[in-house]
């Protein structure tokens, strides 16, 4: 691995993304105060335009408020084929222009140019880059050039909206230095909080601070992220791959045709795998149902959906597709859930319809589930698979794919 004095990494972040691709479907949009979202009050704010930004809103910010503190701003609803269809393009683009790349979310990426210096200009090569992805998908963007990741993206979030910032090798530690400790990735509105208290809320400060004192504090993550303020970061690009899916899949011991038994089966899985999703910081925007017949005929039913990693949004959905694929009245041998088209990101791409009250709700879920295990808190549909684990008398095998492939027994009624 590259030292991070020895690299160059671009960070590039397509300027309000989702109000960005919104304009260029209704250009009267231009110039005006944008809000992403659902239109009800007890919805939040997806995204919103620099314009609304300006009057105090922010994304995750309730609808009601954001509409209160500026009357005459557009709400639009989101257009998840589009956002979709625009991500995809400028992907494309970047990938016929660099050899390695990492898209960490549908509208941010993370490019190593290392050694490319020596055959054509990094910051000439990034500067093209960024111009052709705005000509060709009319989609703005800003991008930021160092010598590691965490500098790039604070540069490019520094220099927003369309442009570039390049931080010269050796001057990291002197661009950070003046900025609050909240420019800081991994740095959440806790971390921020507890460092307020501590007195510091600078990144100078932070870097006269002894790692041993943030490592008290925080844990390993402390020592991170004094590494971070810094300008210390070694972590690499990570190859990005299109083709990303998880799933799960239940094969019962005797064929059935219990369709209680294997909703339930179905809500499990899928409660398990989301979880997995936001513990990861991925979201899915395909989920797909299979089942296989006793003869062994297999069918299997997907459909696109705006980009979740949500109980509410997907569970609906499964059951959905599983009663339109169990039309025979067959005996059912296997079901299983999967999710594809994996992006890297947050729940707050996909608020067009929550209220604070949901996701304050799987931010406590998740929490008591990395405590205390998956099976910490689950619906009762789901309750009710789990206790049947223990019923001797019939059994499943169960099976998980998407990375490493796991088999277990376990016992269902």
């Not at 989702?18 to 659902?38: D, E, H, Q, T, Y």
């Not at 956002?83 to 660099?98: C, G, R």
């Amino acid at each position: 691995m590259f030292l991070s004095a020895d690299r160059t990494i671009v960070h590039m972040d397509l300027d309000c993304f989702f109000v960005a691709v919104s304009r260029l479907m209704n250009p009267s949009l231009n110039g005006k105060p944008v809000l992403i979202g659902g239109s009800s009050d007890r919805g939040v704010v997806a995204a919103c335009s620099y314009e609304a930004r300006k009057f105090g809103i922010h994304s995750a910010m309730p609808m009601k408020l954001a509409k209160r503190l500026c009357p005459e701003a557009l709400i639009v609803r989101g257009d998840y084929e589009m956002y979709t269809k625009k991500s995809d393009e400028v992907t494309e683009i970047i990938q016929e222009n660099v050899p390695v790349y990492e898209k960490s979310s549908v509208d941010e990426f993370y490019m190593d140019m290392t050694g490319m210096e020596k055959f054509f200009g990094c910051q000439k090569w990034a500067t093209e880059l960024w111009q052709k992805v705005k000509r060709e998908t009319g989609l703005p963007s800003s991008f930021g050039l160092s010598v590691n990741k965490t500098v790039s993206k604070v540069a490019t979030d520094f220099i927003k909206p369309d442009n570039k910032k390049v931080v010269d090798r050796g001057t990291e530690k002197e661009f950070l230095a003046p900025m609050s400790v909240s420019k800081i990735p991994m740095v959440g509105e806790k971390t921020y909080h507890t460092l307020k208290q501590m007195g510091i809320e600078k990144i100078l400060t932070l870097q006269q601070m002894p790692v041993e004192l943030m490592h008290d504090v925080f844990g390993e993550n402390g020592r991170t992220i004094w590494q971070k303020a810094n300008g210390i970061d070694d972590s690499p690009v990570i190859p990005y791959s299109e083709r990303k899916s998880i799933s799960s899949e239940e094969t019962f011991d005797q064929d059935t045709i219990d369709i209680t038994k294997m909703k339930d089966i179905l809500i499990r899985m899928t409660e398990s795998l989301l979880f997995q999703l936001r513990n990861e910081n991925k979201l899915t925007s395909c989920v797909a149902v299979k089942i296989r017949y006793s003869n062994f005929d297999t069918h299997t039913m997907q459909r696109r959906i705006p980009y979740t990693s949500c109980d509410h949004h997907v569970i609906p959905l499964v059951k959905e597709l599983f009663d339109k694929l169990y039309e025979r009245r067959m005996l059912i041998r296997l079901v299983g859930v999967r999710f594809s088209y994996l992006v890297g990101g947050g729940y707050q791409i996909n608020l067009f319809e929550d209220s604070l009250e949901q996701i304050h709700l799987y931010q406590a879920m998740d929490q008591l589930k990395k405590r205390f295990g998956d099976d910490a808190v689950m619906r009762a549909a789901g309750m009710n698979f789990h206790l049947r684990d223990f019923n001797p008398f019939n059994g499943i095998r169960k099976g998980v794919a998407g990375g490493v492939q796991k088999r277990k027994e376990v016992a269902v009624a």
